[in-house]
């Protein structure tokens, strides 16, 4: 008997995998948490949204019909959409976002992955209530490469506020100030016991009689070693079913420092950001501009001109201290610029964390790439000594890292996925 007989209806297909469609209707729904009560846009009345399950080589048909006033679009987190770039989701980069009511048909093909990953609404602070679990199984008569597991539970992370996002974000933009944090953290939409007014339990276990529940001694919230330590002793399996393909050889380095600016407070306006100004994100110190049009589509019919430039900095083009003291201009420039690589370019990347207005952790994620992640480290990275200490036989493969606090991260991948 298969579990997938209460999935979605699917059809066959001529190759080894199957079609799979999902339907996602755009709706405000009413949720209520922490005793508060607020019309939220959700995927079919759902928080958080259905689970998508599919094996490996399967065909995903997902049809997005938007019901609500807000533009939409939703991105597959970690499927590398092999010669699919454009449903992979980010508005305005691989698509124009869906509007009120109109509708968009994701078809893309999963190849040589399986795990759990998850979907999420790529447009603004959509995503802190458009998410959901996707679950790719191994191809059928094939075993995961570890013990069955009695019984399988996802737990999605996430957060509530009590605010619309939309309103969130939109005022933090407006006034360059910090955005407002969320009331709770979640489990499957559900804030914890500790929270007032919320559910008195989460988890519990199942015991004998004669025994009690284990309470295991957990590291506070802020134990950066211990995060450390625990990620540093991932691997990969590195054998001949999953085999490492580290790039042992470099074709082209670039070194992005992430983190924290400011840009100029527009006349005739008070800004809450650092000295009256605005607070603004930066790679290299330069913040995102989104365009007017999508990149890819831009790319394709061959009207980029005006859309963007090919004029991204492989360095910094003002090397500074970065986890020391901050320079005194921190002001960051605006644009719309890309880094345009021949296919089969093998790649390195240190992402060099800053203290400018505070050091943080930054988690960045890859579209349509794995990467293997080489090494890491606190301070500044040192491009003489750190490289000896690489990691190119076992590295673990992922397709989001975290740069530690006033810290760096190294990665490597192959960019074998044109449009992505």
């Not at 298969?2 to 001529?14: I, Q, T």
């Not at 190759?15 to 469609?21: F, K, L, M, Q, V």
Request: charged share 15%; glycine share 8%; aromatic share 12%.
């Amino acid at each position: 008997m298969s579990c997938l007989w209460a999935f979605p209806e699917v059809a066959g297909a001529k190759h080894a995998g199957i079609t799979r469609h999902y339907k996602f209707n755009i709706k405000l729904t009413n949720v209520t948490r922490l005793c508060h009560t607020k019309s939220m846009v959700t995927v079919n009345g759902k928080f958080p949204g259905p689970r998508v399950v599919a094996r490996e080589g399967d065909r995903l048909v997902v049809k997005v019909v938007n019901h609500v006033p807000n533009n939409i679009s939703i991105h597959w987190h970690g499927i590398r959409q092999l010669q699919s770039g454009w449903a992979d989701g980010p508005a305005y980069i691989t698509q124009c976002p869906i509007q009120t009511n109109q509708t968009y048909v994701y078809n893309f093909t999963i190849t040589g992955q399986r795990g759990t990953l998850f979907w999420h609404a790529h447009l603004s602070w959509l995503r802190a209530s458009v998410y959901g679990p996707l679950i790719i199984l191994p191809k059928r008569n094939v075993s995961y490469p570890f013990a069955k597991p009695h019984k399988e539970v996802t737990i999605m992370l996430g957060e509530w506020f009590n605010a619309d996002t939309e309103a969130v974000i939109s005022q933090a933009l407006q006034t360059g100030g910090g955005p407002n944090v969320s009331e709770a953290y979640t489990f499957n939409g559900l804030p914890g016991p500790l929270y007032n007014c919320s559910e008195n339990r989460i988890l519990e276990y199942e015991t004998s009689s004669n025994s009690t529940a284990f309470k295991p001694t957990l590291p506070p919230i802020n134990a950066t070693n211990a995060v450390t330590n625990f990620t540093r002793k991932l691997r990969s399996l590195a054998n001949s079913r999953f085999p490492v393909n580290v790039p042992q050889t470099v074709d082209k380095k670039f070194f992005f420092t992430v983190g924290l600016g400011n840009s100029p407070c527009p006349k005739n306006q008070t800004c809450q950001g650092p000295n009256g100004t605005k607070f603004a994100a930066s790679v290299n110190n330069i913040s995102m501009a989104l365009p007017s049009s999508a990149l890819l589509q831009s790319y394709f019919f061959k009207k980029s001109n005006g859309v963007y430039t090919s004029g991204f900095p492989s360095f910094p083009l003002h090397p500074f201290n970065y986890t020391g003291t901050p320079p005194n201009n921190t002001l960051v420039a605006n644009g719309t610029k890309l880094v345009v690589l021949p296919f089969n370019t093998s790649v390195e990347v240190v992402m060099q964390g800053t203290s400018i207005f505070g050091a943080e952790s930054h988690p960045l994620h890859l579209h349509g790439f794995n990467f293997y992640v080489v090494g890491e480290g606190f301070g500044n990275f040192d491009p003489n000594n750190d490289p000896k200490n690489f990691n190119l036989v076992d590295p673990v493969e992922r397709n989001t890292v975290g740069v530690p606090t006033a810290g760096w991260v190294a990665i490597r991948f192959h960019a074998d996925n044109p449009g992505s």
